[in-house]
């Protein structure tokens, strides 16, 4: 594997249905992967220190890595009705609808939150949201991997969870409520997909390897929509949510157009996503050509 490249991504169903073909070796000229599999908040810092050549990440974090690396136009996750929840044991009062404050007092003002990441686009959304719907503001914000945070909630260790992948189908066997819905909040105040994950490479491997890089994700991606069940056994020898339906919701859900090509919409996405977050401070700036490929 010394020539190979190194990838790191999630071992949720998405990733692994995405990269299948291509990690096995399946996508015609493409080049060989030596993958590591992490959670999230583990390839962020990854890609923070320059580590690795191909790295699956929060879109959150592009600010601070796209001077080393270049985002992907594919292969990542974006979508609509697919963003992170804001869960609770108690259900929320007042009837207010999900995306918004719940009793008319934030539902969260004071209280333990737990999030997957602190460069999470997970927590830059509930973040933008928070700042008009917890106008008292939230208590202390917990990092912890994200399959571990409905059981914190459940078990009465935070107050809130913030949760993505395929909790959002998974939550009531905690018997937890969801209190909001944070891509519901932004796809009604934008009108844009909810971008979510982003596929980056070292801009050092030059524009041709760039180039082919994205040509096998997304050929990778075709082949697993015209045979899926070729990556089955890929998927759920990774997936922490081992029920096969689970994991085909899961995949339904986070892969699709965007997946194969970010275009006109994905662009504006992620570009106001993070105009957005850095006008409330929240993340460096994007220089004029930050998100240009090729």
Not at 116 to 135: D, G, I, K, M, N
Not at 195 to 212: C, D, V
Request: hydrophobic residues 45%.
């Amino acid at each position: 594997m010394s020539d190979a490249l190194q990838i790191a991504y999630s071992p949720c169903p998405n990733d692994t249905f995405v990269f299948d073909a291509w990690a096995h070796g399946r996508v015609p000229g493409a080049p060989a992967l030596d993958v590591t599999f992490a959670d999230i908040d583990i390839t962020n810092g990854m890609a923070e220190r320059g580590e690795l050549d191909v790295l699956k990440v929060s879109y959150a974090v592009l600010p601070w890595v796209l001077d080393e690396y270049a985002l992907l136009p594919c292969g990542g996750a974006l979508g609509r009705g697919c963003g992170p929840l804001v869960l609770t044991k108690e259900p929320a009062t007042g009837g207010t609808p999900p995306g918004f404050a719940a009793g008319g007092s934030g539902g969260l003002t004071g209280l333990t939150v737990a999030v997957p990441s602190e460069r999470s686009t997970a927590y830059l959304l509930f973040r933008l949201w928070a700042a008009e719907a917890v106008p008292g503001g939230v208590g202390e914000v917990v990092v912890m991997p994200f399959h571990e945070i409905m059981p914190a909630v459940r078990d009465g260790k935070v107050d809130a969870g913030l949760v993505i992948h395929e909790a959002r189908f998974t939550y009531q066997r905690y018997g937890l409520h969801c209190l909001a819905d944070m891509g519901e909040h932004w796809e009604s105040t934008t009108g844009l997909p909810i971008p979510l994950g982003a596929i980056i490479a070292k801009r050092s491997l030059g524009a041709e390897t760039l180039k082919l890089l994205a040509e096998s994700a997304r050929t990778s991606v075709r082949m697993a929509w015209d045979d899926p069940e070729a990556s089955r056994p890929y998927v759920l020898e990774h997936a922490q949510e081992m029920d096969p339906a689970v994991a085909d919701q899961h995949i339904g859900l986070y892969v699709n157009e965007f997946t194969a090509d970010l275009g006109a919409d994905g662009y504006a996405a992620v570009r106001g996503l993070l105009t957005r977050a850095a006008a409330e401070g929240l993340v460096p700036p994007l220089g004029p050509d930050a998100l240009s490929f090729g």
